[in-house]
């Protein structure tokens, strides 16, 4: 689930040549601070305390974290914003049970104390450890990894970005009967450290770009409005990711299509043959496939909060859990993917492993200390924490669905609908907590009849349970339709968390769905 | 974590760096520490201590922003420059007014030093005992206990300060049955640890669990309910910003170009407050911008009074920037009835524990969806005859509270939103309504 909800995305670099000033995204003195700290020799530090203490692990993670926004309205900026956030945390496992502790004042007496402060808590926990916490292998590394980027967004002039997100507003607001349009630019960058007990060091660098606008249709003697937010979606890569035309086109058709909606036709509640395009179709995957497959899930360990799984442990090769055209992998190392690392936050190299083949569950998402708990000799490396100062535990890598061999078209599974819909883009979304009734809403709606692709429709939402849903998927797009989409504030966990993660699909069809006219004046079932 | 006069002096600091024409300089520090538990043992356990310093400027009414988690004086001068730096270059800010100078605050009080300095022996021990009387009773424990302290100051270069300091601790715990067929949920925060009640919390997790055993399925449908406080709090916000209001795309919109204010939108029994010196509910006295908060309606017997004007929107329109809100009582105006009695007077209905995953589906009617979960019962003739599947529903806030679809108000409680994990609180009371809409079983438990 999100944090508090995701999201959504697109491109153009219209610049008008204007010079501009260079903002050197650098805090000097606060830079030259923490490049004077020695991360290895901190972690040194830190890690032989905890062996003193008699710990059987420990970890270290020291972390430099950088974010930018731009946020606009119109033609107006609401605010230009930037934070640097540097600091670690110790974890420590002793006699069974975990401590961790973390803070911003990173020197060796703050480096010793936190390190106490982690081996007190364990050991504080330990005494009532009922079964105690066993980590799985795992190799020693010592590795430097980077994300993949051509441009560093940090070194792109402000004034550009200003000058991008307000050509975008322009372009939507033209658009007859479009009333508002927000926008904004968030840049993320983590620079971490790693180093543990085992030996193992890793240093990272990644860049994620996460744009977003969204359009406000309103009739004002009516008093009805439509929105309809950009469908592209944030990634792991630089600011190339906006210099491309189609977030200009984007912009200008949410203008035009939020006022459309207000005309569009309601639709009909029933059932529907549904064709679901990868701005959409992402986030389903994310909630009913990714989220299910989670084994920490599955073993209670989520029930206080964002719940469990009707997958158990005794399922995993034999569940049927979609059709036979359905093959989910969950893959760390996929290019521009928002999960996508070198190491995992306990230095667990990134892997791609299958999660459903041909339709039947296979695999589960596990850490060090989960996959022992079902027999597996390894991790497939998904911890995570969103800072320096969140204990790290399980989180979902990307999950992607496989496209068809053939090269099937949106046209091609359009032309086999009788009576359906074919929806882009996220709207409302919820799932129960065990990931088997859920209800999704999205951006655009479009009649199918026929074969043919018909008039706007408005106020749509389906309704499906998760098993059920994959199974009435009968067609698949190939690889030319495959879109990555995804969100980097999925939460999840006590305290919660954010985790950004993308999910891959072609587009895809559904026999029979439930479809909702979530408008209240009509009966809804 | 930062006193008052730390505070004071490090955003003192932080203006004499200031070379902007206007300012507002902000200081914070956390000390945080939490207790995970699942599976009847602890899984995670940490605590971390932080600060951050945040300056925001503006240049000729040019505005940037920049923070950072460092303290000492390179830092600081450092993220004044930063946010000049932006600010020099950035477009004019249209919505720009001048900070506020020197304001009055009348304090409140929602810290104790105990609910900071707890002592982890006593939560590990307190965790164990919940987990030993679920073991007992052959029940699954999972829950999550933490406790925080955290300061602010805050100044503006036109001349005012404050400082506030709070501390909360909170409690959930879950209990399911050993087939996995039931559960139960319960939750409480409060800002003086000596107030929360873990024994309260387990004991109720594991009742609700053991007489949920059994569910039966029902059909979706619409059915009068009752909905405990906590269910209440899980569904109800509110959100009265008058911008967007004015702007035509808001639940509080009219036909016209006008809106709601001043219509009878709610049962006349119910009023929505906001009070940061009620009792229950201690909080900020510092509402938008620094603004001294007022207790104030915004909505009174039934009829939208007020919505939140913020400065500029206030200066746009002519009207006074809202002193609030800064948090939310909705309370009966006057008889209110407890849970037994509302049980008593059902005819035929469901009792609802707390909703989870509640997401928007129409803003234009402040429809959301979500589900039942950890507690749903069937009440026929007075008495809660078994219990029920869960379901999915999809509600119109503004239709459940209208006119005309409330039964019985209950007395207000201090409630922590499921998906806040008791970091926020609320007064909110249980209601017996005539009309709930359900439109789907969920097999989830």
Not at chain 1, 145 to 162: G, I, L
Not at chain 2, 116 to 143: M, P, T
Request: net charge neutral.
């Amino acid at each position: 689930m999100n944090l508090s909800r995701r999201d959504f995305v697109k491109s153009t670099g219209v610049l008008c040549g204007a010079v501009a000033t260079q903002l050197p995204w650098t805090l000097p003195a606060a830079t030259a601070e923490h490049s004077a700290v020695n991360r290895h020799d901190l972690a040194e530090q830190a890690l032989a305390r905890a062996r003193k203490l008699g710990c059987d692990y420990a970890d270290i993670r020291i972390n430099k974290y950088r974010r930018e926004s731009v946020f606009t309205r119109e033609q107006q900026v609401l605010n230009v914003s930037r934070t640097h956030d540097f600091g670690f945390g110790v974890r420590v496992l002793y006699k069974g049970a975990w401590g961790f502790a973390a803070s911003h004042i990173v020197t060796p007496q703050s480096i010793r104390k936190v390190t106490e402060q982690a081996f007190d808590i364990a050991r504080a926990n330990s005494r009532y450890q009922r079964k105690p916490i066993k980590l799985a292998p795992a190799e020693k590394v010592v590795a430097k990894w980077k994300s993949s980027f051509a441009k560093d967004p940090f070194d792109v002039p402000m004034e550009k970005k200003v000058e991008f997100l307000l050509k975008l507003n322009e372009l939507a607001i033209q658009a007859k009967g479009a009333s508002f349009v927000t926008s904004g630019l968030s840049f993320q960058n983590e620079d971490k450290f790693f180093a543990s007990t085992d030996g193992s060091e890793t240093e990272q660098y990644i860049i994620r770009t996460l744009p977003f606008l969204n359009v406000t249709a309103v009739n004002r003697s009516s008093g009805d409005f439509q929105t309809r937010g950009t469908l592209a979606g944030p990634k792991t890569i630089g600011y190339e990711y906006l210099e491309d035309s189609s977030w200009a086109e984007d912009a200008r058709k949410a203008g035009e299509e939020a006022a459309a909606k207000l005309k569009a036709k309601p639709v009909e509640p029933g059932k529907y043959d549904l064709i679901l395009h990868p701005s959409h179709l992402w986030l389903t995957i994310h909630e009913s496939v990714g989220h299910s497959t989670e084994l920490d899930r599955a073993l209670l360990w989520e029930a206080d909060y964002a719940g469990t799984s009707f997958i158990t442990p005794d399922k995993t090769g034999k569940l049927e859990f979609g059709s036979r055209i359905c093959n989910f992998y969950a893959d760390r190392t996929q290019p521009n993917g928002l999960a996508t690392v070198g190491y995992d936050d306990e230095g667990v190299q990134s892997q791609r492993w299958p999660i459903v083949k041909d339709g039947i569950f296979v695999d589960w998402q596990t850490t060090r200390d989960l996959a022992p708990l079902i027999g597996a000799t390894q991790s497939h490396g998904c911890l995570h924490s969103d800072s320096w100062g969140s204990v790290p535990f399980p989180r979902m890598p990307n999950v992607s669905l496989e496209p068809a061999k053939e090269n099937v078209s949106l046209d091609d599974l359009i032309g086999g609908v009788d009576d359906g819909i074919l929806i882009y883009g996220n709207g409302s979304w919820s799932i129960d907590h065990q990931r088997y009734n859920f209800q999704f809403g999205g951006q655009t709606f479009w009649e199918i009849k026929n074969g043919k692709l018909g008039e706007m429709l408005r106020d749509v939402a389906y309704q499906s349970r998760t098993p059920e849903f994959w199974h009435a998927c009968d067609a698949l797009g190939g690889s030319s339709t495959y879109e990555l989409n995804g969100a980097a504030n999925d939460g999840k966990g006590e305290p919660t968390q954010a985790n950004a993660v993308s999910h891959g699909c072609p587009v895809a069809r559904f026999r029979q769905i439930n479809v909702l006219n979530t408008n209240p004046s009509k009966k809804t079932t | 974590m930062l006193s008052e006069k730390q505070s004071r002096d490090l955003c003192r600091k932080l203006l004499s760096y200031v070379k902007a024409d206007d300012a507002v300089v902000s200081v914070s520090s956390e000390d945080y520490s939490h207790l995970r538990f699942a599976a009847n043992g602890f899984t995670t356990s940490g605590r971390r201590e932080d600060a951050s310093a945040g300056v925001t400027v503006w240049i000729k009414k040019q505005r940037g922003s920049a923070s950072a988690n460092d303290l000492d004086e390179a830092s600081l001068r450092d993220a004044v420059q930063q946010a000049e730096q932006i600010a020099s270059t950035a477009p004019v800010d249209k919505e720009y007014l001048p900070t506020l100078g020197p304001q009055a605050y009348k304090p409140s009080s929602d810290y104790v030093d105990a609910t900071v300095n707890l002592s982890l022996s006593h939560r590990a021990q307190a965790i164990d005992e919940i987990i030993r009387g679920c073991e007992k009773k052959d029940l699954i424990a999972a829950g999550f206990h933490h406790a925080n302290g955290s300061t602010s100051g805050v100044a503006t270069k036109n001349g005012n300060f404050y400082y506030e300091r709070s501390s909360l601790a909170s409690l959930s715990v879950t209990a399911r049955t050993a087939d996995g067929g039931a559960s139960g949920y319960f939750l409480r925060n409060h800002f003086d640890i000596a107030k929360l009640d873990a024994r309260r919390i387990g004991h109720e997790a594991m009742r609700k669990a053991l007489e949920s055993k059994n569910p039966r399925p029902m059909e979706p449908g619409t059915y009068p309910v009752i909905l405990e406080a906590q269910a209440a709090g899980d569904l109800i916000r509110f959100g009265f910003d008058a911008r967007n209001a004015d702007e035509g795309r808001s639940p509080y919109s009219a036909p016209g170009g006008k809106t709601k204010l001043g219509q009878h939108i709610f049962d006349e029994r119910i009023n929505v407050y906001s009070d940061p010196w009620h009792p229950e509910l201690p909080t900020s006295p510092v509402a938008q911008d620094g603004i001294p908060a007022q207790k104030m309606f915004f909505v009174r017997n039934g009829v939208l009074e007020n919505l939140h004007y913020s400065r500029y929107w206030a200066h746009e329109k002519g009207k006074t920037p809202t002193p609030g809100p800064v948090n939310t009582i909705l309370e009966s105006t006057g008889k209110t009835h407890s849970l037994e009695e509302m049980i008593s007077s059902m005819k035929k209905g469901l009792l609802v524990s707390r909703f989870w995953y509640i997401r928007g589906v129409d803003p234009r009617t402040a429809l959301f969806t979500g589900l039942t979960r950890d507690g749903l019962w069937y009440v026929e003739n007075g008495k809660i005859q078994y219990p029920v599947r869960n379901f999915r529903f999809n509600q119109s806030v503004l239709e459940l509270l209208a006119p005309g679809n409330i039964e019985m108000i209950g007395k207000s409680e201090r409630i922590s939103s499921s998906e806040s994990q008791g970091r926020g609180a609320e007064l909110t009371p249980a209601l017996m309504v005539k009309a709930f809409h359900f439109s789907s079983p969920s097999d989830a438990v």
